[in-house]
């Protein structure tokens, strides 16, 4: 007899097993890989409450000050008396201005001056200039995987001990300069801290969160095959908690029929004839601000867990993602165009960590001639194809699949490199051959 999966109970076991360990154990650090829409932030939180609860002051280090200042707002959230400091840079406009609002959360650039506080929140850049301090017993690492090491080396030692938490299928950290000349090496300053970490201290525990709460069953098998075969997670939810619908019938346009396939089967592929283009391939941007426009004028709404009624999926909730800076900026001004405003419209990098009802991708393949190491990377596509609640079109030029079959692999072989699995030829594979399932073929 099978055991029905309960993803409740599977998370919190698992959350239970990591506080544990960062509470009560012996280790210097903790590592937590944990899929798309896991619950990263809410386990931070939580284990920064455990903490300061338990008598440990700690600090956390986050690697961009919009995370920094969503922890502050979230523990203020959880524990309005928590004392919490949010050290900041000496720019004119450091921090979101909400942070003025909460009587909890005392501000400053000298760490000098949150000495005492429960907790101190800060970037990983602002925190190694940090010194002469006594050291904190305890330190939360968040977004561990998007840290450098030499970041990590920065700041190791201002802290005892570490609970490091990150997504693993997520872009590589980013580096301005080239780093071939480390590679190999265990003290390449360009791979990920918890990359390094693990590789100079194998025994240290390492959990994983089980489950995404954020991706429906019809996208969390993908996500998992493709993305994260050693660390497999499951949806929250299941087949038929949530529904994406339109107030208005289709007219019969490629953009209609994709997105009501989309609505039906989670994934949407609006394929537009074989061509070679330009990297802001205008029919494709326009496919994309179309297929955008239609969702909102046909008065997309969404059911799911989190409410009662359905909702409306407004433009707020809609994103699109691109590969280039160039093609989002097009993107933007096709949809302004259209008269479409409020929708987020960024490159990977930049759509990390957020969160959608409905995502519109424009695939890093279509109309290239040829596939860049760039544009295979595993994370970006990751990114791209793991942000939507409810469902992802993917805008795409007809031959990507032939174009990997054709593309060798130039990049040199280095040794002592470890190399990351799926490659992002395989990825593109899996995710092309689901996408094929739920094509739609356009020609604008």
């Not at 720019?91 to 909460?102: E, I, N």
């Not at 980013?174 to 693990?198: K, R």
Request: glycine share 8%.
């Amino acid at each position: 007899m099978s055991t029905v999966f309960d993803p409740g109970a599977a998370a919190a076991r698992a959350t239970g097993a990591i506080l544990d360990d960062t509470l009560r154990g012996s280790s210097r650090g903790v590592v937590v890989d944990s899929p798309p829409g896991a619950g990263k932030s809410t386990l931070v939180v939580r284990a920064a409450l455990e903490l300061a609860a338990a008598g440990h002051p700690l600090m956390v280090i986050a690697q961009t000050n919009a995370q920094v200042d969503d922890l502050v707002v979230r523990l203020a959230e959880k524990d309005p008396e928590l004392p919490v400091g949010r050290l900041h840079s000496s720019d004119s406009d450091p921090y979101d201005k909400v942070l003025d609002g909460l009587a909890n959360v005392t501000k400053s650039a000298k760490a000098a001056d949150l000495a005492g506080l429960d907790v101190v929140i800060s970037t990983a850049a602002k925190w190694a200039h940090v010194k002469n301090v006594e050291p904190w017993g305890h330190a939360i690492v968040d977004e561990a995987y998007q840290m450098r090491s030499d970041a990590l080396l920065a700041v190791a030692g201002l802290f005892e001990r570490a609970l490091f938490v990150g997504d693993p299928g997520q872009l590589d950290p980013f580096s301005i300069v080239g780093a071939d000349q480390w590679a190999g090496l265990s003290y390449d300053p360009s791979a990920s801290a918890v990359s390094t970490l693990l590789a100079h201290n194998p025994e240290l525990p390492q959990h994983r969160l089980p489950v995404s709460w954020r991706l429906p069953a019809s996208a969390a098998p993908l996500v998992s095959d493709a993305f994260y075969p050693y660390t497999p997670f499951r949806s929250g939810t299941d087949h038929g908690d949530r529904k994406l619908s339109f107030g208005v019938a289709s007219d019969g346009s490629g953009p209609d029929r994709v997105l009501d396939e989309a609505a039906e089967s989670g994934w949407g592929l609006l394929e537009l004839p074989a061509r070679h283009t330009p990297r802001t391939d205008p029919e494709a941007v326009r496919a994309v601000a179309l297929v955008v426009r239609r969702l909102l004028d046909r008065g997309g709404v969404a059911t799911s867990e989190r409410a009662g009624e359905p909702v409306p999926v407004t433009a707020d909730r809609v994103a699109v993602g691109t590969a280039h800076r160039d093609q989002a900026a097009a993107v933007r001004a096709a949809l302004a165009e259209l008269g479409v405003t409020g929708v987020a419209v960024d490159t990977a990098n930049r759509l990390q960590g957020r969160e959608f009802d409905v995502t519109v991708v424009l695939h890093p393949l279509s109309g290239r001639p040829d596939a860049t190491a760039f544009h295979l990377e595993t994370g970006r596509l990751c990114v791209l194809a793991s942000r939507h609640r409810h469902a992802c079109v993917v805008v795409c030029r007809e031959g990507v699949a032939d174009l990997l079959d054709e593309h060798p692999s130039t990049e040199p072989v280095q040794l002592g490199v470890t190399v990351k699995f799926p490659d992002g030829w395989e990825a593109n594979h899996a995710v092309l051959a689901h996408l094929a399932e739920h094509k739609v073929r356009w020609k604008p």
